[in-house]
């Protein structure tokens, strides 16, 4: 039987430990920050765009690895006869899936597959992807199921200031300036059909009051929800934060395992700090 290598973009924002227990390649996208281009969880870091926006009032621009790139990444496993499963930033927002298709056609044997999504539920696939390699599942209906499940992933953030999407062309002046001035925290929710982001309920006032109030309003009293696992994702922010939301999980929800990760640069350098999502998959 062929083996099966897994992959994901660098955007699923899964840690070292999650990447060697789930034995998950990643393809960096890039970040292009004033004349110098990086990789994404390479050799820069959230904190070093948030201290260049600080000091220069610069953010860097992001760019989807091209088909080339693919290639090259893919090769090494096709030319030993494996076959790749890949899964993609959402097509809605980059046309990373596109790429790692235009590379498939060159190479066969590679199966990518459009999460529909960013960060952690993309992460949420991956782990899924995992899962189904152990069992010995064939690449090709680990790529069916996947494709099926993604609509079943529930991604959302809440956003504390909306100087970055600003900033980012993602917002208007007024709107980010109204928004901080009135200490409003808009939950931006995925649409796992197109990969896009649309803005759910604004919430005010303190961020720690704000998160306990979006965690309960997004798991408390649902029986739809698949418990094997949950996703904390934060782009920085402070440890009694993370503490505060794990607490109100626990509280609302019986998941086998909370994971806490920390965004990368592609996601932090749109949403900027303290930003924090909480990422499941439902039944």
């Not at 064939?138 to 999407?165: C, G, M, R, W």
Request: hydrophobic share 35%; aromatic share 6%; charged share 25%.
């Amino acid at each position: 039987m062929k083996k099966i290598i897994l992959s994901a973009d660098s955007t699923c924002d899964l840690d070292d430990r999650l990447k060697e227990r789930y034995e998950v390649h990643c393809q960096p996208l890039h970040i292009n920050l004033g004349d110098k281009q990086y990789e994404d969880g390479v050799n820069i870091s959230p904190d070093d765009i948030y201290e260049t926006y600080e000091r220069q009032r610069i953010l860097p621009k992001t760019s989807a690895p091209n088909p080339k790139e693919y290639i090259d990444y893919f090769k090494k496993w096709t030319d030993q006869g494996h076959e790749v499963v890949h899964i993609s930033l959402g097509s809605g927002i980059s046309s990373s899936y596109q790429n790692a298709c235009i590379a498939a056609e060159e190479l066969g044997n590679v199966y990518p597959i459009d999460s529909g999504n960013l960060s952690t539920g993309m992460g949420l696939l991956v782990i899924e992807a995992a899962e189904r390699i152990v069992k010995g599942m064939p690449a090709e209906q680990i790529s069916e199921e996947i494709n099926h499940l993604k609509s079943k992933v529930e991604a959302s953030f809440v956003i504390d200031k909306l100087t970055y999407l600003h900033e980012g062309g993602r917002c208007s002046a007024i709107a980010a300036f109204s928004a901080n001035l009135l200490n409003i925290k808009p939950c931006i929710e995925v649409d796992p059909t197109s990969g896009n982001m649309n803005v759910g309920k604004k919430y005010r006032g303190a961020l720690p009051k704000t998160l306990k109030r979006y965690t309960m309003d997004k798991l408390n009293g649902r029986s739809d929800i698949k418990l094997d696992r949950v996703f904390i994702t934060h782009s920085g922010t402070s440890p009694e934060n993370i503490a505060a939301v794990k607490q109100t999980i626990e509280e609302v929800a019986d998941f086998k395992e909370i994971l806490v990760t920390r965004a990368g640069c592609t996601i932090s350098s749109h949403c900027g700090p303290n930003t924090l999502g909480v990422l499941f998959v439902t039944n």
